[in-house]
């Protein structure tokens, strides 16, 4: 029996409780549209509209077209770990819905004002009601359109301190349009669109197989760049597509991961992504993927997050080799062929297709079945070019093709070229020293010194282009390029919105090289992203420089002349002969006369 104590313990009030359930599950807009999204889909939704207003910080409104509720059940749908998904302890060991504990309603609910409106296919009228501090109030009859629209207003209007630490709306909607493109890619037979203050920013129709969803949600280049991956183990399989190590990237996106159709993170299967690719992706590239994994849900946890974002493998080691065994033979690292039977893993068989597999073949690999939620799946480097652009007297010389004026300037005793390996590094007697210069690296260095003092003196010059590039961007990129367009402006880059999520190049920075733009951009809308977190403004400007220099720079594989070579070593030399380019990597490796007697005997004599 409890007996009174001193008073410090007490129960806490229980909207407090409601308060604080809720920060854990509801911590920004776009965890309201992902919790929405995800009852909507275990309803059976075809069909799903996301409306927002000023990032989610006005209005967020979710209609599906699913089997909708009853006037009882949607009521008590806001009672705390109120759920029709789970019957006894038993059911969290499979878990086959995207949503099981019954804490979003009530926890959205808890910090914003709802409205409520819903029907089923056989009632004659639907209902309606808002819910205000937890209370219901408000009951009316509705139209009888089977499905649920949830409209969610005055986020965080009772958590001033949570209010304060958003962002602004277009940061915000850039973290919405990412939960709307997941859910996308997830389900690709489920018809999506994003509106947002009034403007459709997506628009994705049903398709019948992963491959063209992704082709509806991923740059137009994506998929040709990709490898298709597929094994399969007992009782889990991976499919998906991951990028040529010849076209990976810095940037990160997309890295996408789907267990039983739930957007998760899992450091073991990333590793095992990394793994799969082993030497050859370059160093300072990503692994670029969308991966779909399905696993029986008696052999893994989603139980582990409030979120529902970490997940845990019973088999983690047999999950972990089943993808890098599966990657490997897509970049056709694997040494042996697969074959018609199975290759032994553990004790366990692994299932492999051939090399050829052809995307839209009619196997099972190859289309995608509608399935309720959790259900599992029967399923160069050479640079584009622009016209040349003469450099003006006075002005930093310019390289825009390889038949352009060379790279020469004035000439000097101190460095003497005497030539080029694999058209990637340049060898240079350097006063009494050997020196091999990577002239990626060296290049990239010498322009990024270079848009440095521009930027600091503020006078960065823009380059127009002849001919303006459209590149097409994922719209949550889209998005975070028109909140900071102005700000590129400053560092020469001039950008035009061309269509929802396009945008026209119209001028660079003066003194960069031919540049493939897309690619380009992505590497710099990526730094963008991380411009919330930056200290100073120096802090924010120095990786868009960076990226600006990298994709400027002569890449490797381009053939120099020694008068070219002498010039890029001069440059080079004139910014104080740095080791690393602006990324990291080594630009330079050197032998002095003292270093060469010695390896070859000769100091002493």
Request: glycine letters at 8%.
């Amino acid at each position: 029996m409890v007996t009174a104590g001193s008073g410090k313990i007490r129960i806490l009030p229980g909207e407090v409780v409601s308060r604080i359930a809720a920060g854990e599950v509801i911590e920004r807009p776009a965890a309201v549209v992902k919790e929405l999204i995800e009852n909507s889909l275990d309803a059976g939704s075809r069909s799903i509209i996301v409306e927002i207003q000023d990032g989610g910080l006005t209005m967020i409104r979710v209609t599906d077209d699913g089997e909708g509720m009853e006037p009882d059940d949607a009521m008590l749908a806001f009672e705390r770990h109120a759920t029709s998904k789970l019957r006894s302890d038993r059911d969290l060991w499979t878990i086959r819905t995207m949503g099981f504990r019954g804490e979003a309603l009530p926890s959205i609910a808890a910090v914003s004002q709802v409205r409520v409106s819903t029907a089923v296919r056989s009632a004659a009228v639907g209902v309606s009601f808002r819910v205000r501090e937890g209370k219901i109030e408000g009951i009316a009859e509705a139209p009888p359109v089977a499905g649920t629209s949830i409209e969610v207003k005055e986020l965080f209007h009772n958590q001033p301190a949570r209010k304060k630490f958003l962002k602004s709306a277009p940061a915000e909607f850039s973290h919405i349009s990412r939960v709307v493109q997941q859910a996308a890619l997830a389900w690709p037979f489920v018809h999506f669109r994003l509106l947002h203050n009034g403007t459709e920013v997506m628009n994705y129709p049903a398709v019948s197989s992963e491959r063209d969803r992704i082709g509806q949600v991923s740059r137009p280049s994506f998929l040709a760049h990709c490898r298709p991956v597929q094994a399969a183990l007992p009782t889990a399989r991976v499919s998906g597509y991951v990028i040529d190590p010849v076209q990976a990237r810095s940037s990160r996106v997309p890295q996408e991961l789907f267990l039983n159709r739930r957007p998760v993170r899992n450091a073991a299967v990333f590793h095992a992504v990394t793994e799969g690719y082993g030497a050859s992706l370059a160093k300072g590239r990503q692994p670029l993927f969308v991966l779909f994994l399905d696993v029986d849900p008696d052999r893994v946890d989603v139980n582990v997050h409030p979120a529902k974002r970490e997940i845990r493998f019973a088999d983690q080691d047999l999950i972990h080799q089943l993808v890098r065994r599966a990657v490997r033979h897509a970049l056709g690292v694997e040494t042996r062929p697969p074959v018609a039977g199975a290759e032994e893993a553990n004790g366990e068989a692994i299932q492999t297709r051939s090399q050829t597999w052809v995307v839209n073949d009619e196997s099972e690999w190859g289309r995608t079945r509608p399935a309720q939620a959790g259900g599992s799946v029967e399923s160069s480097d050479q640079p584009l070019g622009r016209p040349d652009v003469p450099p003006q007297e006075g002005a930093q010389l310019v390289f825009v093709s390889e038949a352009a004026e060379p790279y020469v300037r004035v000439p000097s005793r101190e460095v003497l070229p005497l030539g080029q390996l694999k058209r990637t590094f340049l060898i240079v007697q350097l006063g009494g020293d050997l020196a091999v210069i990577d002239q990626h690296t060296a290049h990239e260095r010498v322009l990024y010194e270079r848009l440095f003092r521009a930027w600091a003196s503020r006078d960065v010059r823009s380059q127009p282009l002849l001919i303006p590039e459209t590149v097409v961007l994922p719209a949550s990129h889209a998005t975070l390029l028109g909140r900071y367009q102005g700000d590129l402006e400053k560092l020469g880059l001039e950008l035009e919105p061309f269509g929802p999520s396009s945008v026209l190049v119209r001028a660079v920075p003066m003194g960069l090289g031919k540049i493939e733009m897309e690619p380009f951009l992505l590497d710099v809308l990526d730094d963008l992203s991380q411009w919330d977190d930056a200290s100073t403004v120096e802090a924010k400007v120095r990786p868009i420089l960076a990226s600006l220099a990298c994709h400027g720079a002569i890449r490797s594989g381009r053939s120099l002349e020694l008068p070219e070579i002498k010039a890029l070593v001069e440059d080079w030399r004139a910014e104080g002969e740095p080791t690393t380019c602006p990324h990291g990597r080594r630009t330079v490796f050197r032998l002095g006369t003292d270093d060469l007697e010695k390896m070859f005997g000769r100091a002493g004599w």
